[in-house]
């Protein structure tokens, strides 16, 4: 009964329409004050970020947080998908809406992508929040070994399969393996919730979801944050779940020797946490970005 209401409550929030180069981009925004902007990761939603935007936007925030073309409830038009063309829906998103600076908030590749505001259009940020960033929207073919790569190769053929390519998307998007998946990069069993297994498994039911599937698992990989941290501007909060396998705390050993030498990058570790420390531990996450946003005063 309690997830039942978690959902009701969730499915009341008042979510917007923003047409972007002939597609609907789902969106929604909370509270009044200097802007944020959430963006979300692979499979994720404007829903993942439920435990932190009454809390941001109580802490005097204006709240904004936007569905990925691709994603949760944005149309799922079958092109060809990158980490640039998400870039520009933000850019584009930030000067219909917004057009103040603009902190820009992201997990996983959510975080790439806030990261590459921040470095690619510092004119519109005026930083960025960093959880568990991934390297990449995929991996490279030098950063895999050769089984590794080969397995890749079998992997994304089989998505794009018009013969088993539903078949397969069928598979994996069955919410008892949702939940085995999230359950690997939760270090907090009791987090994977009902709630959180809705969210990413309905939007899996849209019209061209597994042909969108196979076009971004097998997206090009974009910038690293190496190259894009040569760039950078603004200031950096960058927080990292201790005990994630799938963007391991060694990947941001490179943030943490910019907050080391002085640069204007806060590294913090949350111990006891996965890919997702914002959704696992809000009651850690949300206090931490308050408390840098604070000093930060844009």
Same mark, same amino acid.
Not at 70 to 93: C, R, T
């Given at each position: 009964m309690?997830?039942?209401?978690?959902?009701?409550?969730l499915?009341?929030?008042?979510?917007? @329409?923003?047409?972007?180069?002939?597609?609907?981009?789902? /969106?929604t925004?909370?509270?009044?004050?200097?802007? +944020? #902007? +959430?963006?979300h990761?692979?499979? $994720?939603? =404007?829903?993942?970020?439920?435990?932190? !935007?009454p809390?941001l936007?109580?802490?005097?925030?204006?709240?904004?947080?936007v569905?990925?073309?691709g994603?949760?409830?944005?149309?799922k038009?079958i092109?060809? /998908?990158?980490?640039e063309?998400?870039?520009?829906l933000?850019?584009?998103?930030?000067?219909?809406? =917004?057009?103040?600076?603009?902190?820009?908030?992201?997990?996983?590749?959510?975080?790439?992508?806030s990261?590459?505001?921040?470095?690619?259009?510092?004119?519109?940020?005026?930083g960025? !929040?960093? =959880?568990? %960033?991934?390297?990449?929207?995929?991996?490279?073919?030098?950063? *895999? &070994?050769l089984? *590794?790569?080969? #397995?890749m190769?079998?992997?994304n053929?089989?998505?794009?399969s018009?013969l *088993?390519g539903g078949f397969?998307?069928?598979? =994996?998007r069955?919410?008892?393996?949702?939940?085995?998946?999230l359950?690997?990069?939760?270090?907090?069993?009791s987090?994977?919730?009902?709630? +959180?297994i809705?969210?990413?498994?309905?939007?899996? %039911?849209?019209? &061209?979801a597994?042909q969108?599937?196979?076009?971004i698992?097998?997206a090009p990989?974009?910038?690293?944050p190496?190259e894009?941290l040569?760039k950078?501007?603004r200031s950096?909060?960058?927080?990292?779940?201790?005990?994630?396998?799938?963007?391991? !705390?060694?990947?941001?050993?490179?943030?943490?020797?910019l $907050?080391?030498?002085?640069?204007?990058?806060k590294?913090t570790?949350?111990p @006891?946490a996965?890919? %997702?420390?914002h959704?696992?531990?809000?009651d850690?996450?949300?206090?931490?970005?308050?408390?840098w *946003?604070?000093?930060?005063?844009?």
């Amino acid at each position: 009964m309690v997830i039942n209401q978690e959902l009701e409550t969730l499915n009341h929030w008042q979510k917007h @329409n923003w047409l972007w180069q002939g597609h609907q981009i789902k /969106y929604t925004v909370w509270g009044s004050g200097k802007p +944020l #902007v +959430l963006v979300h990761g692979f499979g $994720a939603s =404007i829903g993942h970020w439920r435990h932190n !935007i009454p809390v941001l936007a109580e802490g005097g925030y204006q709240v904004f947080a936007v569905d990925l073309l691709g994603f949760g409830g944005s149309d799922k038009p079958i092109l060809d /998908y990158s980490l640039e063309l998400w870039q520009n829906l933000l850019v584009d998103f930030w000067r219909e809406h =917004i057009q103040q600076p603009t902190v820009f908030v992201g997990n996983s590749i959510g975080a790439l992508l806030s990261l590459m505001v921040v470095a690619n259009h510092p004119e519109i940020s005026a930083g960025g !929040i960093l =959880i568990n %960033c991934a390297g990449g929207l995929n991996h490279r073919p030098d950063e *895999l &070994n050769l089984p *590794l790569r080969l #397995v890749m190769q079998g992997f994304n053929k089989l998505v794009k399969s018009q013969l *088993l390519g539903g078949f397969f998307f069928n598979q =994996i998007r069955q919410k008892k393996r949702l939940r085995q998946t999230l359950l690997q990069v939760y270090r907090n069993p009791s987090a994977v919730t009902d709630e +959180l297994i809705e969210i990413i498994y309905t939007p899996t %039911c849209d019209r &061209n979801a597994q042909q969108v599937f196979a076009k971004i698992t097998s997206a090009p990989a974009g910038p690293t944050p190496l190259e894009l941290l040569s760039k950078v501007e603004r200031s950096l909060l960058v927080l990292w779940g201790a005990d994630d396998p799938w963007t391991p !705390i060694a990947g941001g050993k490179i943030f943490q020797n910019l $907050a080391e030498s002085g640069k204007s990058v806060k590294f913090t570790e949350i111990p @006891n946490a996965g890919h %997702c420390p914002h959704d696992e531990c809000p009651d850690i996450v949300n206090p931490l970005i308050l408390d840098w *946003l604070n000093v930060l005063q844009y």
